[in-house]
C-alpha cells in the first residue's frame, strides 16, 4: 500500500440548470478511483455550490497510482428519477508521483460531458503521500520522469543517454464492443475515454519500468499514439529516449533565454551532425488473421537525391584515424541496444558528430482483430521489422545512430502503413555511456571538429558511397567533405554556420488509387508508394533548389491512406548552409527541340525559374561569401554538361548510377518537360507565393537567421476539410487542389497573424487526413512568435560571439573566460545582465564608486587599460559567482516568481481570476526562463453531437471542441502551478459528421509539458538584487586581487 | 472543391476590432466581406476574397459564441473556454453594450415589452439600423433593466457591477431604465429636437433628488421610481399661483432683481404668470402616472416653447429660473421651502439642459 491519495471536492460555478421548474441545480460530486467511490453531499438549488468536502482519501498500489485517473464526476440529485450527470473530470496524477515536479493539484477544472461540452466549473484539491517502497520486483515505475520535449529539458543536464524506449499495448475498442449497441452515446465515449486513459498510464508506467531498468530517470522526447484499428482493436504506443538527467544546480540565471531553445552550452563547440540524401524502402509485407506472410514482400531503394557535381577527392586527412576511433567507441556504445535510435531533434553540445541522411521505412499492413490483448505480438513484431530496416539504413550510410527518430501510421478501413523515420548521425560515446572517463578524445574532438560544419562532414566513405552523391570540400573548414545537399529530421543545430533566413518548404502529392478489399489493397498501395516517394523527393528538391537553399531540417514526410487515394505532405526548413556548396538552379529540357515555338515556351519557362530563384536569393537574403574557384558563375550549367535525370516509372538504385555524375563542376537539375505532367509539375512549383512580407515560417523550433524574438506568442490550431467534386478526378486535378487547400490555409493565417508582423510562424505542423471519400482534412498546428526587426543580429559572427558569451556565462568552468570577455564585451555589452552586473560590481566593489573613480583619474592611459581588464575580470568572476548564486536564488525565488505571475496577470478589468496560461508547440518561450517542469500533460477526448446544426455546423461544432480542449489542458496546467505548456502537439484530431442524421464525433488527442516559467525582465530584476547582495558580500575580496 | 469546415482557433483569442463592429452592426457574412474589401484590406494586404470570407466567418462564429457570455458579462471574466486579454475583455463588452443614438432615442421610455420588440422592424427601417442589430440593442435594454429593476443601492453601481460598463455607459443605461421604468414620453414630435444626451442628463438629475434612494439609500428600487410621498407633496406648491397675492409678490421679487440684467424683460413681465403657472402646474399633476409621462411633454410646451418663440437667450433663461427659484424664498407666507427646492432644483437644471433648438 504504498500512496495515498486525497482528494477535496471545494465548489463549482456556472453550473448548467438541470431542473427547469427553479431554474437551478442539486448538485453532488462523486470521486471515483480504481474502484473505490465517495460522494459529497447534496448542495441544493445552486449553479454555484459550495462543497467544501472533507478529504477523500483513498489507499491504493502505486502501479494504480500511474494507470487509473482520478475520476470526479458531477452530477444532478433528484429525488424520484435517475441522478442526470452534468459531466466529469478526469485528472492524472502522475505529476504528483515524482518529486521535483508538483506537489498538489489544486484549481478550477471546466467539467466535461461528451455530448455537452464544458458545463461549468469544479474547484478541486488532490495531494499524494507517497511511501517508499523497497520491493526491487515492483511494477510502478514512480519518479521516472516524462517529456515531449524533443531536447534536454532546459533545467536539466544529461548524464547519460541510454536510449530508445519502446512499448506498445492493445485492447479492444469500447465503440465497437457488442455492449456499444445499446448503451448510449455518452457512456460509450466515457468508456471510450477512460480506456485510453488508462492504456496511457500503463504504457508509461511500462516504459518508466524500461528506463529503470536502463538505470536512467528521465524519458525525454516522449511520444504516444493512438492507432484507432476500428473492428480489430485499439492500439497505444509510445516512443521516447532514456535519459539519467540531473537538475541543473545552477540554471545560469542571467541567460537571455529568447535566442535559442537550446542554451545550456558547454564550451566546447557544437557538433552536429548533417544528414544528405536519403533512403526509404518499402517492406509491404502483408499480414493476413494468422499473422503469416502473404503475398509480395519487396524492399525499393529510392534514390530521392539526384547529384550531379565536382569530382571525387580523398577523405579528410587528419579526420581518418580519429574516426575510425570514435566510430568504434560509438559502435560500442550503441550496439549493446537493440536500436540506437533517439527521439531527440536537439543535443547536447558535442554530441552529434556527423548526420547521414534521412532514413525512413514504411510497412503495408493488414489488420485483424487482436486476440489476445495482453500479448500484442503482431503489432511489435511490425514495429521490431520497420526499426530492424531503419537500422539498416542507417548502417548503410556509415551511422550507428538514428536521431529525430518518430514513428507513424494511417489506418484506412482495415489497410494500414506503419511509417518509421529519423536521420542517420553518428554520435560521440560520452553521454551514451555511464562512467565514460572524458578524457583526450573529447578533447580532440573539440579540437578537430571546426565550429559550425562539424555536423555537415560525411560520415560514410567516401569510396563505397550508399547513393550517388556529390561532395566537395566544406566550404567552411575547408579540410572535410560534404554532400552538396544535406535533408535531416532534426532542428537546426544552434552553432551552424546559416546564410540568409529559412523558410517552410513542403511538397504535396496526390495519388487516386482503385478501391480495392483487404489483400488486393494493401498491394496497390505497396505498388504505389514507392512512386510517391520518390515524387514527393523530388518535389522537396525542385522547392529547395527553388528558393537558393542547401539543406532542409525537421523533415517530415506524411503518406496518408484512403478509401481511393494516397496523399502525401512534406514539411521542412529550407536552409542555406555555409558549409556547402551553392546549389546549382533548375534546367527546363523540352522534348522536341524542333519546334520554335516550343522552344520558346521552353525558354519563357526557364526564365521564369531564374528570376524566381533569383527572387527568393533576396528574400531569404541569401548572399553566401563569394568564393573562389569554380564556384563562382551562373548557377545554370552549360546546357552540354547538364546531367539527365530519367523520370522512369520504375525507380531501382540500378538507374542511379546510369545517372551520369561524372560530368561538370556545376551540378543543375534538370527537369524534362516530355508531357503534360511534367508541365503541371513545372506550374506547381512556381505557384508556391512566398509568405507577405514581415511573415517567416518555419517547421522546426527556431527560424534559422532569426534570433532576436519578442516574447509575444500566439498558438494556434486550424482545421480545414475539402470536399473534392467527384467527377472525373485525375491525378492533376487532385494535386492541383491539395496544392491549393495547402497554400490557401497558409494564407489565411498570414492574414489572420497580421496584426503580429514582423512575425514568425515556427513549427508549423500540418496533418493530413482523409476521413471519407473525397473529404479531405487538412490540420495545422503553429506558433506566431515576433521579433524586434531593428536588433536583428544575423551575422555569424555576432552568434559566434554570443556563444562563447553565453558558453561563458553558463560554464562553471572558465578557463579562457576573462580573454573572451575583453574582446567582445567591452565595446557593447551585448546582454543587459551582463552590463547589470558590470555595474553592480563596479559599484559595489567594497568601496565606493568616489574611490574607484579616483583610481582610474590617476592612472596612467596603461594603468587605465590594465584596470579595465581588472574590471572585467572582476565582471567576469562575479558573473560566474552571480549565476551560481542565483541558482540558489532563483530556486527560491520561484514561488515569488510564481506570485508575481499571478498578480499581474489579475489585471486591470475587474476581477479576472483566470490566470494566463501559455501554449507553444516549441521547448521553450521567448524572453522567458523555464523555472520548473511539472509533469506532462497527456489528454484524450471525444465530442459528440446529435444536433450539429443548432451548433453551427460543422465548424461550430469543431471549433468549440478546440476551444474546450484547449481551455482542458490550460485548466490542469494552471491546477499544477504551472503558467504554460511546451511541446504542445495536437496529436489526433479524428472528425467524423453524419450530416443527414445531424450528427458529428470528434476525437482530439494533444500532450505537452506543464512548465512554469518567469519572465526574463523580472528575472534580471531578481538577480540583480540578489547580486548585489552577493556582491557586497563577496567582491571586496575579489578587488583585492 | 468546396470547404466543408474551415476553422481557426488561437490560444489567445484573436478579436478583430473592424469585424466586431461589422458584427454589432448586425450586417450578414457576406454583407461584412463585402464591406470589408471596400476598405481595401485586400490591396493593403494582398489577401484573397476567399481568405476575407474564411476569416470573416471565424470572426462571426467567436463572436457568436462569446454571446452567451457577454450577456453576462462576469462570466466572460470567469470563463475558461476563451482566454483574452483582459483589455480586450473590456473592449468586447463595452462594444456590445454600446447603442446607436438613432436607435435609442426610439425606444427611450417606451415599456420593455415583446410588443415595442415587434416594432423594432418599423424602427430598422426608419433609421436604417439592421434588425439584428436592433434586437441586440433592444435586449440589452431588457436585460440590464431586468437584473437591475428590483435590486436596492445605487442604480449606476449595481449596473456596473453586473455588467462591468464603463462609468459614462453605465449612466447612459441608469437613464434608459429609469426612463423605462416611468414610461416618460420622450417620441411626440415636438420632443425630436432633444438628444438621448439632454434626456440622460434630467434622469440623473431626477435619480439623484426625485426618488427613493435620494432619501433613503437602503430601499429596494430606490433609484428606478420616483418617490410617491414627494409626488404628493408637490400638491402643496399649488398655492404658489393659487393665491393671488402670493402669485404678485413673487412677480414682483422676481421683476426687481432682474430688472435691466434680461434682454427679454418686458416679455418676462407679461408671460411670468403664464410661466409661474406652467411650472407649478406641472409639478402638482405629478400624482398622477399619466402626467407623470408627459413630464418632458409639458415642460416643453409649458415653458420651453414660450421662452423660445419670445427669443430668450440660454442665459435669460438661467438668470429667469435662478431669481424664480431664489425668490420663493422671500415670500413669507409661503411654508414649502424644502419642497420647493427639491423640485425646482431638479427642474431648473433639466429646463436649462432641454431649453436649445
Known sequence: ?1041 | MTSELDIFVGNTTLIDEDVYRLWLDGYSVNDAVALRVRSGILEQTGATAGVLQSDTMDHYRTFHMLERLLHAPPKLLHQLIFQIPPSRQALLIERYYTFDEAFVREVLGKKLSKGTKKDLDDISAKTGITLKSCRRQFDNFKRVFKVVEEMRGSLVDNIQQHFLLSDRLARDYAAIVFFANNRFETGKKKLQYLSFGDFAFCAELMIQNWTLGAVDSQMDDMDVDLDKEFLQDLKELKVLVADKDLLDLHKSLVCAALRGKLGVFSEMETNFKNLSRGLVNVAAKLTHNKDVRDLFVDLVEKFVEPCRSDHWTLNDVRLFLNQYSASVHSLDGFRHQTLWDRYMGTLRGCLLRLYHD
Request: charged share 20%; net charge negative.
Open chain 1, 1 to 1041: 500500500m504504498p500512496g495515498k491519495l486525497k482528494v477535496k471536492i471545494v465548489a463549482g460555478r456556472h453550473l448548467p440548470v438541470m431542473d427547469r421548474a427553479s431554474d437551478l441545480t442539486d448538485a453532488f460530486v462523486e470521486v471515483k478511483f480504481g474502484n473505490t467511490t465517495f460522494k459529497t453531499d447534496v448542495y441544493l438549488k445552486s449553479l454555484n455550490p459550495q462543497w467544501n468536502s472533507e478529504w477523500f482519501k483513498f489507499e491504493v498500489d502505486d502501479e494504480d497510482l500511474q494507470d487509473e485517473p482520478l475520476q470526479i464526476t458531477v452530477l444532478d440529485h433528484d429525488t424520484y428519477s435517475a441522478n442526470d450527470a452534468i459531466g466529469k473530470v478526469y485528472i492524472d496524477i502522475d505529476p504528483l508521483l515524482y518529486s521535483e515536479a508538483a506537489t498538489v493539484i489544486s484549481g478550477w477544472f471546466p467539467i466535461y460531458d461528451t455530448i455537452h461540452g464544458i458545463r461549468g466549473e469544479i474547484n478541486v484539491v488532490v495531494k499524494v503521500d507517497l511511501f517508499n517502497d523497497l520491493n526491487r520486483f515492483r511494477q510502478s515505475s514512480c519518479g521516472v520522469k516524462f517529456f515531449c520535449t524533443t531536447s534536454i529539458p532546459k533545467c536539466y543536464r544529461a548524464v547519460v543517454i541510454h536510449g530508445f524506449v519502446e512499448e506498445l499495448v492493445v485492447n479492444e475498442d469500447p465503440e465497437y464492443q457488442w455492449i456499444d449497441r445499446i448503451r448510449t452515446p455518452r457512456a460509450s465515449n466515457e468508456a471510450r475515454q477512460r480506456l485510453i486513459s488508462l492504456m496511457s498510464g500503463e504504457l508509461q508506467r511500462k516504459i518508466g519500468l524500461k528506463v529503470l531498468e536502463m538505470r536512467g530517470n528521465a524519458v525525454v522526447g516522449y511520444l504516444q499514439c493512438f492507432d484507432l484499428e476500428g473492428e480489430s482493436g485499439l492500439v497505444v504506443r509510445a516512443i521516447g529516449t532514456a535519459c539519467t538527467l540531473d537538475k541543473l544546480s545552477s540554471p545560469a540565471a542571467f541567460l537571455p533565454a529568447c535566442n535559442s531553445p537550446s542554451k545550456e552550452m558547454k564550451e566546447s563547440p557544437l557538433v552536429h551532425p548533417p544528414s544528405h540524401g536519403c533512403r526509404s524502402t518499402h517492406n509491404s509485407p502483408i499480414h493476413t488473421a494468422t499473422g503469416s506472410r502473404l503475398t509480395q514482400n519487396f524492399s525499393v531503394s529510392v534514390p530521392t537525391l539526384i547529384y550531379t557535381g565536382m569530382g571525387s577527392g580523398s577523405a579528410g586527412k587528419e579526420g581518418g584515424p580519429f574516426k575510425a576511433l570514435l566510430r568504434q567507441q560509438t559502435q560500442a556504445a550503441l550496439e549493446q541496444r537493440e536500436f540506437p535510435f533517439l527521439t531527440l531533434t536537439a543535443f547536447p553540445p558535442g554530441l552529434l558528430v556527423h548526420v547521414g541522411g534521412v532514413v525512413s521505412a514504411r510497412s503495408v499492413k493488414l489488420l485483424d482483430r487482436i486476440h489476445n490483448p495482453d500479448e500484442p505480438e503482431t503489432r511489435d513484431a511490425w514495429w521490431a521489422e520497420i526499426r530492424q530496416e531503419i537500422k539498416s539504413h542507417a548502417k548503410a550510410l556509415g551511422c550507428h545512430a538514428v536521431v529525430g527518430y518518430s514513428e507513424s501510421t494511417s489506418i484506412c478501413e482495415e489497410v494500414c502503413i506503419l511509417s518509421a523515420s529519423g536521420t542517420a548521425a553518428v554520435l560521440n560515446p560520452r553521454f551514451l555511456q555511464e562512467g565514460t572517463v572524458e578524457g583526450s578524445l573529447e578533447q580532440r574532438i573539440e579540437e578537430n571538429l571546426p565550429v559550425g560544419c562539424g555536423f555537415c562532414h560525411i560520415p560514410y566513405d567516401e569510396l563505397n558511397m550508399p547513393f550517388p552523391a556529390h561532395l566537395t570540400y566544406c566550404y567552411n573548414c575547408r579540410k572535410q567533405k560534404v554532400p552538396d545537399v544535406l535533408f535531416t529530421t532534426i532542428d537546426l543545430p544552434t552553432d551552424a554556420v546559416v546564410v540568409g533566413k529559412g523558410c517552410l518548404i513542403q511538397a504535396r502529392l496526390c495519388r487516386l488509387k482503385k478501391k480495392a478489399q483487404a489483400e488486393a489493397n494493401a498491394t496497390a498501395i505497396s505498388n504505389l508508394l514507392p512512386f510517391m516517394e520518390y515524387e514527393v523527393h523530388t518535389q522537396l528538391m525542385n522547392k529547395l533548389k527553388l528558393k537558393g537553399m542547401n539543406a532542409l531540417f525537421g523533415l517530415r514526410i506524411q503518406i496518408t491512406v484512403g478509401e481511393n487515394m494516397l496523399m502525401g505532405l512534406a514539411s521542412a526548413t529550407g536552409v542555406y548552409l555555409a558549409a556547402l556548396p551553392t546549389p546549382g538552379g533548375i534546367q527546363i529540357a523540352g522534348k522536341t527541340p524542333n519546334d520554335g515555338s516550343y522552344e520558346q515556351h521552353i525558354s519563357h519557362m526557364q526564365k521564369r525559374i531564374n528570376d524566381t530563384i533569383a527572387k527568393n536569393k533576396e528574400l531569404y537574403e541569401i548572399n553566401p561569401p563569394e568564393v573562389s574557384e569554380e564556384i563562382i558563375g551562373s548557377p545554370i550549367p552549360e546546357p552540354r554538361q547538364r546531367s539527365r535525370l530519367l523520370r522512369s516509372q520504375s525507380e531501382s538504385s540500378d538507374e542511379v548510377t546510369e545517372l551520369d555524375l561524372s560530368h561538370g563542376k556545376k551540378d543543375a537539375f534538370v527537369l524534362e518537360i516530355d508531357d503534360t505532367d511534367a508541365m503541371e509539375d513545372v506550374h506547381s512549383l512556381l505557384t508556391d507565393v512566398p509568405p507577405p512580407s514581415g511573415f517567416y515560417s518555419c517547421n522546426t523550433e527556431i527560424m534559422p537567421g532569426i534570433n532576436n524574438w519578442t516574447s509575444e506568442i500566439q498558438m494556434f490550431t486550424s482545421v480545414r476539410v475539402v470536399r473534392l467534386s467527384s467527377l472525373n478526378l485525375t491525378n492533376q486535378a487532385l494535386n492541383k487542389n491539395f496544392n491549393g487547400l495547402c497554400e490557401n490555409l497558409l494564407k489565411s493565417l498570414y492574414f489572420k497573424l497580421r496584426s503580429m508582423t514582423p512575425c514568425c510562424l515556427c513549427h508549423v505542423n500540418f496533418t493530413v487526413s482523409l476521413p471519407e471519400d473525397e473529404l479531405i482534412q487538412v490540420t495545422v498546428t503553429a506558433v506566431a512568435i515576433t521579433f524586434d526587426k531593428n536588433q536583428a543580429l544575423q551575422t555569424t559572427k555576432a552568434h559566434a560571439e554570443k556563444t562563447l558569451q553565453r558558453a561563458s556565462t553558463d560554464n562553471d568552468e572558465l578557463l579562457q573566460f576573462p580573454l573572451e570577455l575583453c574582446s567582445d564585451s567591452l565595446p557593447a555589452p551585448a546582454f543587459p545582465a551582463t552590463k547589470e552586473h558590470l555595474e553592480s560590481a563596479s559599484s559595489n566593489s567594497g568601496t565606493p564608486a568616489a574611490q574607484r573613480a579616483t583610481s582610474v583619474d590617476y592612472s596612467s592611459f596603461a594603468d587605465r587599460c590594465s584596470s579595465w581588464i581588472e574590471l572585467i575580470k572582476l565582471k567576469a568572476q562575479t558573473i560566474r559567482r552571480g549565476s551560481i548564486k542565483t541558482t540558489v536564488t532563483v530556486e527560491k525565488a520561484s514561488p515569488m516568481g510564481d506570485g508575481n505571475f499571478r498578480n499581474r496577470s489579475a489585471p486591470p478589468c475587474a476581477s479576472s481570476t483566470v490566470g494566463v496560461v501559455k501554449m507553444t508547440p516549441l521547448s521553450f518561450i521567448p524572453g522567458a526562463k523555464i523555472t520548473k517542469y511539472l509533469g506532462i500533460i497527456n489528454m484524450f477526448f471525444i465530442r459528440e453531437t446529435t444536433s450539429l446544426r443548432e451548433e453551427g455546423g460543422v465548424s461550430g461544432f469543431l471549433h468549440a471542441f478546440i476551444a474546450e480542449v484547449f481551455a482542458m489542458v490550460r485548466a490542469h496546467v494552471a491546477a499544477l502551478g504551472g503558467n504554460a505548456v511546451v511541446s504542445y502537439i495536437m496529436k489526433q484530431c479524428v472528425f467524423m459528421e453524419n450530416p443527414s442524421k445531424n450528427q458529428a464525433q470528434c476525437l482530439i488527442n494533444v500532450s505537452g509539458d506543464a512548465v512554469v516559467f518567469v519572465r526574463e525582465s523580472d528575472l534580471e530584476a531578481m538577480s540583480t538584487q540578489q547580486s548585489a547582495v552577493n556582491c557586497q558580500t563577496s567582491c571586496p575580496g575579489e578587488v583585492t586581487t
